[in-house]
Nanobody, 127 residues
């Protein structure tokens, strides 16, 4: 059974940092693409970043580029999203998702490309 569990969310001041974790069980992340999405109530879910397999190619949304960094720890079977220089507009529920194989530049941020989803973790950026 595939399970993704996010953690690391919380309340942070503007300009601060958080590191989100997506711990996987039931699969070997080395063979899967992992994406991070976020959603604000009343708005569509937005792709934030993705690390693909097997080569570890990374992709970022325009809003995440330069501030967020995605990485994968194969030993821990966990993917991380380091978020720096956080802004109030980054406030959302962040969820990770996964699919077997490789995603590319035109598919990584498409929700329907992913087979498994975590429940999400709340990130709130506020003074």
């Amino acid at each position: 059974q595939v399970r993704l569990v996010e953690s690391g969310g919380g309340l942070v001041q503007p300009g601060g940092s958080l590191r989100l974790s997506c711990a996987a069980s039931g699969i070997n992340l080395g063979y899967y693409a992992i994406g991070w999405f976020r959603q604000v109530p009343g708005k569509e879910r937005e792709g934030v970043s993705c690390i693909s397999s097997p080569d570890g190619s990374t992709f970022y949304s325009n809003s995440a580029k330069g501030r967020f960094t995605i990485s994968r720890d194969k030993d821990e079977n966990t993917v991380y999203l380091q978020m720096d220089s956080l802004k109030p507009e980054d406030t959302a529920v962040y969820s990770c998702a996964t699919v077997l194989g490789r995603l590319g530049g035109h598919s990584w941020n498409v929700e329907s490309e992913y087979d498994y989803w975590g429940r999400g973790t709340q990130v709130t950026v506020s003074a």
